[in-house]
C-alpha cells in the first residue's frame, strides 16, 4: 500500500494526514473549500484547523474528491457525522469496489438512525471492506505525537488487521475489535455524556457531579449497546470509558465545551460561531435519544441533553430533572440482574 485519500480536511482529518503523510504515503487530502486546499499546499498548513501543525511534503490538498480516492489503495472517511452520506455519494462512482474505507466519524445520522459504518455501506456497498476507528483521540494531541491510543472495528477481520498496521506509530497505537457495533455506539453516545458533563462545568459543579455524570452516562451507553448487540466489554474499553474520559475531561473536547458554553447562556450556534467547530453531540443527543426509544431503552441524561438543547427545559433544572428520578438498583436494564 502506498496511496491513501483523506476525504475531510478539519481537524482530524488534517491530523491524520499528516500521520500517514510522516509514515511516508502518498496522502490525497480532499478539503471542500478550495482557498483551504490551496494554504495547504503552498504554506503547508491547514488555515483553518490545527495552524500550527505543519503537513508533510507526501501530503496534497485537493477539491477534487475523484483525485483524492480514485488510485487509493484505502480511503479515510474525516468528515462530521452528518456530512459522511454526501461525502460517500460523491465519491461513489470513482471508488472501486475492494478500495478498504474507514470511517472517523462519531455520531448517528440523524435522519435515518444508521450508524456510519451502515450509511458507507448504504451508498458504496460492500460491507466486508468497512471500517470504523474511535477512541481517545483528540486532533490537537494526535498531530503532535503525544502518545495515544485507538480501536479499530471492522467487519472483516483482515480488514481491520491492515487498517491497524495503516494507522499504527510509535506514538499511535491500534487496537483491533470486531464489535462494530459497539465501538461506533461508543463513539456517537459519548459526546452526548460529554455535553452533560460540561454542562455541570458550567453550572459550577464539582468533581463529585462530573463523576457522577460520566458513571450513569457509562451505564446508558452501555445498557443502550448491549440492547442492540453490541459486546458489554467494548464501553470499558478505549473506544468506551477511554473515549468518555477524554471527552468530558479535556480542554480541546468541543462537546464539553458546549456544553458548558449553554450552561453559561449560549447557544448551539454562538458556540459553533466562536469556535468554527462541529460538536457532534449537538446531534448525536436526538439521533441517540430517538434510537433508545425506538429500542425501548432508558437514558435519561441523553434525554435530558436533548431537551436543554432543543426542547426549551431550563439548564438550571438539570440536576433536579435527573437527582430526582426514581432510584434503582445500579445494574438495572444493563441484562446481569433482574429489572
Known amino acids: 500500500m502506498t496511496a491513501v485519500g483523506v476525504v475531510g480536511a478539519g481537524s482530524w482529518g488534517t491530523a491524520v494526514a499528516r500521520l500517514l503523510g510522516t509514515k511516508g504515503f502518498d496522502v490525497r487530502l480532499w478539503a471542500r473549500r478550495s482557498e483551504v486546499a490551496t494554504a495547504l499546499n503552498t504554506t503547508r498548513h491547514n488555515p483553518a484547523y490545527l495552524r500550527d501543525?505543519?503537513?508533510?511534503?507526501?501530503?496534497v490538498a485537493t477539491t477534487d474528491v475523484s483525485e483524492a480516492v480514485a488510485s487509493a489503495d484505502a480511503v479515510v472517511v474525516a468528515t462530521p457525522s452528518q456530512a459522511v452520506r454526501d461525502a460517500a455519494c460523491a465519491m461513489a462512482s470513482d471508488l472501486p469496489r475492494a478500495?478498504?474505507?474507514?470511517?472517523l466519524a462519531k455520531g448517528i445520522e440523524r435522519s435515518t438512525g444508521l450508524r456510519m459504518t451502515q450509511v458507507l455501506e448504504k451508498v458504496l456497498g460492500?460491507?466486508?471492506r468497512i471500517a470504523a476507528l474511535s477512541g481517545p483521540?483528540?486532533?490537537?494531541?494526535?498531530?503532535?505525537?503525544?502518545?495515544s491510543a485507538t480501536v479499530v472495528a471492522a467487519y472483516d477481520e483482515a480488514v481491520g488487521m491492515m487498517f491497524q498496521d495503516l494507522f499504527a506509530?510509535?506514538?499511535?497505537?491500534?487496537?483491533?475489535n470486531p464489535d462494530v457495533v459497539g465501538v461506533e455506539l461508543c463513539g456517537a453516545s459519548k459526546n452526548v455524556i460529554a455535553v452533560a458533563a460540561g454542562i455541570t462545568?458550567?453550572?459550577?459543579?464539582?468533581?463529585?457531579?462530573?463523576a457522577t455524570i460520566m458513571t450513569r452516562g457509562l451505564a446508558e451507553m452501555a445498557r443502550l449497546g448491549t440492547h442492540l448487540g453490541a459486546n458489554p466489554l467494548t464501553f470499558m474499553g478505549l473506544a468506551g470509558v477511554g473515549d468518555l474520559i477524554a471527552t468530558c475531561t479535556s480542554k480541546h473536547s468541543r462537546n464539553r465545551g458546549l456544553g458548558e458554553h449553554v450552561a453559561r447562556g449560549g447557544t448551539i450556534e454562538s458556540y459553533a460561531a466562536e469556535t468554527h467547530m462541529v460538536a457532534e453531540g449537538a446531534y448525536s443527543c436526538v439521533s441517540v435519544d430517538e434510537l433508545a426509544h425506538s429500542a425501548g431503552v432508558e437514558v435519561p441524561i441523553t434525554h435530558l441533553v436533548r431537551a436543554i438543547l432543543y426542547g426549551g427545559a431550563h439548564v438550571s433544572d438539570a440536576c433536579e430533572l435527573l437527582m430526582g428520578r426514581a432510584v434503582k438498583d445500579e445494574l438495572h436494564g444493563m441484562g446481569l440482574v433482574d429489572d
Open 53 to 59: 501543525v505543519e503537513l508533510p511534503p507526501d501530503v
Open 99 to 103: 478500495t478498504p474505507v474507514i470511517s
Open 126 to 128: 460492500n460491507r466486508g
Open 137 to 147: 483521540n483528540h486532533a490537537e494531541e494526535v498531530s503532535k505525537d503525544v502518545p
Open 169 to 176: 506509530t510509535p506514538f499511535f497505537r491500534v487496537y483491533t
Open 201 to 210: 462545568d458550567g453550572l459550577g459543579y464539582g468533581d463529585n457531579t462530573k
